[in-house]
């Protein structure tokens, strides 16, 4: 074999090195860079530990995620979701942060509306239903506020 040859053998290996390296970094970071999907938002009075990337269900199976959380001006809490592009949402859509196994992950559950309207890309989900905090109901129930 000649030198030159080698040579490209090697510069193969290394783009194929390469390319493999970059392709688990975006799978096991669970990057989304060539995702499709859609925007909507959200706002609730307390969001309580959720987080960037928690995951947002319908019926139990995850069908988008998370993507920004940001604080209004009136102190309340904003919520990006983006959804997979299959998902429909109708104007009576209800989303409630809801609370997962023992360890207590959050994650966002969206009841589904009847109504005939759609919630367009970039709309608001108009019902929603904070976290329920034990702590706080611990407290009502103890001081006789129930």
Sequence with gaps: MSRGNIELLVGLFVLI????????????GELELFSHGYRVYAVFD????????????????????????EMT???????TLKLDTKVVLK????????TKGIIGDKFVKLT??????V???????RETESVLELEELISKYVHGKV
């Design 112 to 117: 589904p509306g009847f109504s005939d309207k």
């Design 73 to 79: 001006q009136d102190f309340r809490a904003k919520l």
């Design 119 to 125: 919630i367009p890309p970039g709309g608001t989900i």
């Design 17 to 28: 090195g390469l390319a493999s390296l970059t392709y688990l970094a975006l799978h096991l």
């Design 91 to 98: 104007e009576d859509t209800i989303a409630s942060i809801r």
């Design 46 to 69: 307390n969001i309580s530990g959720l987080k960037t990337g928690a995951p947002v269900e319908v019926a139990g199976v995850e069908v988008g995620k998370v993507e920004a959380v």
